[in-house]
């Protein structure tokens, strides 16, 4: 169950748990998207809050402006209206793709100063989806947005961390239209976002810790319960894989670095 208020000025989606749904969801969408925030990822206000016995997650309307007694809707295109889906796509489609967002990025927000950023940044959200667990990513969770001028990526929402995560997110991570998450294929696919091999891997590899040493502390500070946090374990297991293992990341990192051999014509 969701409704948009006004608070102090400013619109508010409030989203609430519902009966039947999987305990604690406002909980733990707010402290991965508090995660997210902490780690470079441009999102919207966040907040937990209260409300008689129960407690309800809020994120300000970024696709709304002006007067909250009169809002006016901001131009909005989700990344399944860019990448031009039909609407019985599912993931396996080549066009499924992060790596095809990219690509039609590169025509919406042509030109503009901030693509390169935005483009860094979308890769750096398809990690952070695969340190936190968030399989739910498919292209309606993602958007551009028009500032006034121009077409940019819009704050990142909707990032919730899953129990039976399994290292495969809805979106495609690579060329081959396979959407499973690993360090050799992030790394491979970073330069379709403006990043270099060392500059993701250094991203990934801080974010990793940090994931993997902040995501119990949080949910158990913001009232989750102990059998509730040990169950999204799994949600957690790439980054905590990826932490506690210094060699196997260094050696994928150099193995995405090596140049790669090229073939001699015969004469």
């Known amino acids: 169950p969701k409704v948009t208020l006004q608070d102090g000025g400013r619109m508010f989606l409030v989203k609430m748990q519902a009966r039947s749904d999987i305990l604690f969801l406002p909980h733990k969408e707010f402290v991965v998207m508090s995660m997210a925030q902490a780690s470079g990822i441009t999102t919207p206000a966040v907040r937990l809050e209260p409300v008689g016995e129960?407690?309800?997650y809020l994120i300000e309307r970024f696709d709304r402006g002006g007067d909250p007694r009169r809002p006016a809707r901001k131009l909005y295109a989700s990344a399944h209206t860019v990448l031009r889906l039909d609407i019985d796509t599912v993931r396996g489609d080549p066009k499924y793709s992060y790596l095809g967002l990219a690509d039609e990025m590169r025509v919406w927000c042509r030109r503009g100063p901030d693509l390169a950023r935005d483009l860094q940044e979308l890769w750096q959200r398809m990690a952070f989806n695969a340190l936190v667990g968030n399989a739910d990513d498919h292209p309606k969770n993602h958007g551009l947005l028009h500032d006034g001028d121009r077409w940019r990526l819009s704050p990142a929402f909707d990032i919730t961390p899953l129990a039976d995560f399994k290292k495969v997110l809805s979106m495609a991570t690579g060329a081959d239209a396979s959407s499973a998450v690993s360090v050799a294929r992030l790394l491979a696919s970073c330069a379709r976002f403006e990043l270099g091999v060392e500059e993701a891997a250094a991203w990934l590899a801080k974010t990793a810790s940090f994931v993997a040493n902040t995501w119990e502390a949080d949910l158990r500070?913001?009232?989750v319960s102990e059998?509730?946090?040990?169950a999204m374990a799994p949600a957690f297991?790439?980054?905590?894989?990826l932490a506690g293992d210094a060699d196997g990341f260094e050696q994928a990192v150099a193995e995405a670095m090596a140049p790669v051999g090229r073939t001699r014509r015969p004469r």
């Open 54 to 56: 129960h407690v309800v």
């Open 221 to 223: 500070k913001y009232g």
């Open 227 to 230: 059998p509730a946090i040990q």
């Open 237 to 241: 297991s790439f980054a905590m894989d």
